[in-house]
T-cell receptor, first 114, second 115 residues
Framework: SAVISQKPSRDICQRGTSLTIQCQVD?????MFWYRQQPGQSLTLIAT?????????ESGFVIDKFPISRPNLTFSTLTVSNMSPEDSSIYLC???????????FGSGTRLTVV | AQSVTQLDSQVPVFEEAPVELRCNYS??????LFWYVQYPNQGLQLLLK??????LVKGINGFEAEFNKSQTSFHLRKPSVHISDTAEYFC?????????????FGKGTRLSVIA
């Protein structure tokens, strides 16, 4: 199954700034997904990123706050913009390497906004 | 749209005792089912998945799950737990008929193994 390298693994940021999270997949995948996991909570889908088109955002998430890039079939970035303490969460990327392989997740980015 | 209900938010169990973590799903279409484990301060690791075929699925670390279509359940079991099994467990579902759809997760069950 695909292996995803996600970075940074953690960061502490000042409110009002932005952080870009990167995910590199070791094989080509059609779709990548970005999730947020707030403290003590489950994973909530932020958006689906398809190469060559704009990301599709879930209700409650907007492109201005969480812009996503997908320049090729092995890479994607998520930016958390104009951060506030409420953005403190773990952010995870995921890719589906095919039905049999299932879904792979990056190791997550633990973001703390102060 | 699919949804997943994990009936227990926390499950404490003594070491070497059996455990069952319950998961029910709701979907109008056929689904694939997954269990993931998240150890403290780590990412998600796939325990097992049901795609088709035998309804009893065996995974890593001695875990198994049984798919019950009539009860729309996919409960996770282990006959004898270890301290190292202490973690958060997530049940997830995806649409079998649509390619490249994201996983929908349950709220998670925190398994605490007591020595």
């Amino acid at each position: 199954s695909a292996v995803i390298s996600q970075k940074p693994s953690r960061d502490i940021c000042q409110r009002g700034t932005s952080l870009t999270i990167q995910c590199q997949v070791d094989s080509q995948v059609t779709m990548m997904f970005w999730y947020r996991q707030q403290p003590g909570q489950s994973l909530t889908l932020i958006a689906t990123a398809n190469q060559g088109s704009e990301a599709t955002y879930e209700s409650g998430f907007v492109i201005d706050k969480f812009p996503i890039s997908r320049p090729n079939l092995t890479f994607s970035t998520l930016t958390v913009s104009n951060m506030s303490p409420e953005d403190s969460s773990i952010y995870l990327c995921s890719a589906q390497g095919g039905v049999v392989d299932g879904y792979t997740f990056g190791s997550g980015t633990r973001l703390t906004v102060v | 749209a699919q949804s997943v209900t994990q009936l227990d938010s926390q499950v404490p169990v003594f070491e070497e005792a059996p455990v069952e973590l319950r998961c029910n799903y709701s979907s109008s279409v056929s689904v694939y089912l997954f269990w993931y484990v998240q150890y403290p301060n780590q990412g998600l690791q796939l325990l097992l998945k049901y795609l088709s075929g035998s309804t009893l699925v065996k995974g890593i670390n001695g875990f198994e799950a049984e798919f019950n279509k009539s009860q729309t359940s996919f409960h996770l079991r282990k006959p004898s737990v270890h301290i190292s099994d202490t973690a958060e467990y997530f049940c997830a579902v995806s649409d079998q008929n649509s390619g490249n759809t994201p996983l929908v997760f349950g709220k998670g069950t925190r398994l605490s193994v007591i020595a």
